[in-house]
């Protein structure tokens, strides 16, 4: 992972690093967490804002948990972390 990114571009850029890039890829808001070591609540707040901007879609899965993936905009975001 790329040093000295905020934590919310942290938050995408494991996305990308866990592959979650579709519906059927989509991580546990809480792996996301543990994976970061940071707060859930907080992890979801980001997440639920690039949401709104159309980096992340979500849905709760069969266990009632909130699932994320990148979408096509929020994959081109990440790639764009690295140039």
Known sequence: ?????????????????????A??????SEELAQVLQLDLT???RVLDNYGLEGYVESF?????????YLTGSGIIKVC???T
């Open 1 to 21: 992972m790329r040093e000295g990114l905020p934590i919310s571009e942290k938050i995408l850029q494991t996305l990308h690093n866990l592959c979650a890039t």
């Open 23 to 28: 519906p059927d890829l989509a991580r546990r």
């Open 42 to 44: 907080e992890v979801e």
């Open 60 to 68: 709760t899965d069969n266990d009632g948990k909130k699932r994320y």
């Open 80 to 82: 764009a972390l690295f």
